[in-house]
């Protein structure tokens, strides 16, 4: 790749190898666990808000019920454990909740299924099967089955893991009764194995290697001060070895997939010379329907049909776009050193890397935070790799305590003033913490 956006050190982490499996991964077995969001509102007229709880769906056991192993399967709900319990079983692909009171059985997932099929039969459709793939879960590849109504309302499913949604609701959650649940996180025996950006991950094949792959993340900040992702406004992009020439220019094909149920795939060209990174204008505002009396030029310079995404060569002062330079320096971390650029609208963009704040592509049409929900929101960078192999990630550096520091700061300047108590990663605190660092009424502490 022509990559003159230079990186200045940088130590890479190797991943595991994605060696190839036919290999079936059950969706029940002991030690498996979902969290979820639940996501709701309270109150009446204008004390109503969005408020947001903590749900857990666990095996506990296993019995036998007509020659068949069912698994016990309880949830809770802040902690709080409910005392209701269904029964599950798994046969051939399929994965059955079985009704101890009626006897009968019904399917919930067919991991089966191939492209064409409808599931519409299960009560919410039609839901036909429109693509099916394998995705890497912990360096092994998994089925994707990816299930469209008429209206392109999209459902994913990953083997082993089940939907975005409530498990038990395999095509997706009717939300009359205001109630959002959002899968958070898949373990097996106490390891993470799956998140809710996984269902956006670029497909897996044998003899395809990813040069590299950006995924951000909305996240919501309510009024009780507890974030949660998502997952309809998550970005994944990715580059192969894919090349187009254009005009006499070659291109990067960057590949884009934007949400989860829909999901949006799409592809750009994308090119990368003497420290800027250019966009084919016509497929930029295809894309993402760029707002604005101008369109694109608006937001970004625009040169000869391509839009100026990014210029690492800009000095503290310099103009760009519609934002002016505030702040150029050079990042010191264990894990990267490269140049840092602090836009004045609040944006920061990292050399080699991109926008850290906004989303690759569209973060000057971002603002830092923005209201949702009588709450508020700001989009991150959650995690970069080069050759499949992790450069960046969203703990790696502080930079993302500021990040989470610049929302309460805002929140608290707009919305309330109080003495709440934070920690860096923006969890409410019930108390100063003995040592360490602490956010209060906007402002960060050390206790040493």
């Known amino acids: 790749m022509k990559n003159s956006i230079h990186l200045l050190s940088i130590v890479l982490i190797p991943l595991l190898s994605s060696a190839q499996t036919n290999e079936y991964h059950s969706l029940l077995q002991q030690g498996k666990e979902w969290n979820y969001d639940v996501a709701y509102y309270e109150g009446y007229g204008n004390d109503m808000v969005r408020k947001h709880s903590d749900f857990k769906i666990w095996i506990d056991g296993d ?8 698994f016990k399967i309880r949830t809770s709900m802040d902690g709080v454990a409910s005392s209701y319990l269904s029964l599950w079983y798994e046969d051939a692909f399929k994965v059955y909740y079985y009704n101890n009171i009626t006897k009968n059985s019904f399917v919930e997932y067919d991991f089966g299924m191939t492209v064409g099929e409808d599931a519409s039969s299960w009560g919410q459709g039609p839901f036909e099967v429109m693509r099916v793939d394998s995705v890497l879960v912990v360096q092994k590849p998994r089925k994707r089955i990816v299930l469209q109504r008429p209206d392109g309302e999209t459902v994913p499913w990953i083997e082993g893991v089940g939907n975005p949604g409530l498990l038990e609701e395999p095509l997706g959650h009717m939300v009359s009764d205001g109630i959002v649940y959002t899968l958070l996180s898949c373990y097996e025996n106490g390891e993470c194995i799956f998140e809710t950006k996984d269902f956006c991950s670029p497909p897996y094949t044998v003899d395809t290697t990813l040069d590299r792959q950006w995924h951000y993340i909305d996240k919501y900040i309510d009024n009780h001060g507890k974030g949660f992702p998502d997952m309809n406004s998550q970005q994944t992009m990715w ?47 295809r894309i993402f329907h760029t707002a604005g009396a101008n369109g694109v030029s608006e937001y970004y310079p625009c040169e000869n049909g391509e839009v100026v995404l990014y210029d690492f060569n800009v000095e503290k002062g310099d103009i760009f776009g519609n934002s002016t330079v ?6 010191e971390d264990a894990i990267v050193s490269r140049k840092l650029i602090t836009l004045d609208n609040g944006h920061s963009i990292m050399e080699g890397i991109g926008s850290l704040t906004g989303g690759f592509f569209d973060y000057m049409q971002k603002p830092l935070w923005e209201k949702r929900w009588e709450g508020w929101m700001c989009c991150y960078l959650d995690a970069y790799e080069e050759q499949e192999q992790s450069v960046f990630m969203q703990n790696d550096m502080d930079i993302y305590n500021k990040i989470i520091l610049s929302v309460f700061e805002m929140e ?21 913490p003995a040592k360490g660092m602490y956010i209060q009424n906007g402002k960060k502490y050390v206790v040493k």
């Open 239 to 285: 580059t192969t070895h894919k090349k187009q020439q254009r005009e006499g220019k070659e291109y990067d094909v960057m590949f884009y997939n934007r949400g989860i149920t829909p999901l949006k795939e799409d592809s750009i060209l994308v090119r990368w010379e003497n420290g800027r990174v250019y966009a084919i204008q016509e497929d930029y505002e």
């Open 63 to 70: 019995t036998i019920i007509s020659d068949k192993r069912c």
């Open 412 to 432: 608290t300047k707009h919305i309330h003033k109080n003495e709440t108590i934070y920690d860096l990663q923006g969890r409410q605190l019930h108390s100063k």
């Open 326 to 331: 505030s702040e150029v320096t050079v990042t």
